[in-house]
């Protein structure tokens, strides 16, 4: 599958006011799990794919353009804040 196509097939983009920020926060947030310690646990077990890689870091620094996919869910990564 190309970039594009991969792309293209991103169903929602998720605003941040503050790069970089932790994977396990950003499934907390989005309201994919129910908890902080959740979110950790489903990283933790390889259920999250970053930037379409397998990433069992809790606190991976998530950055703008980054496509985080789990349960069905894909997400890319845009940055909401001012000049930076």
Known sequence: MSRQEQSEQVTADVEVNTVP????????????????????????DGMVLVNDVIETQKRKKIVTGDVIEFAGHRMRIVFAGGDS
């Open 21 to 44: 920020v932790e994977l396990y926060k950003i499934l907390k947030f989005e309201g994919l799990v129910g908890s902080g310690a959740e979110a950790k646990s489903v990283v933790a």
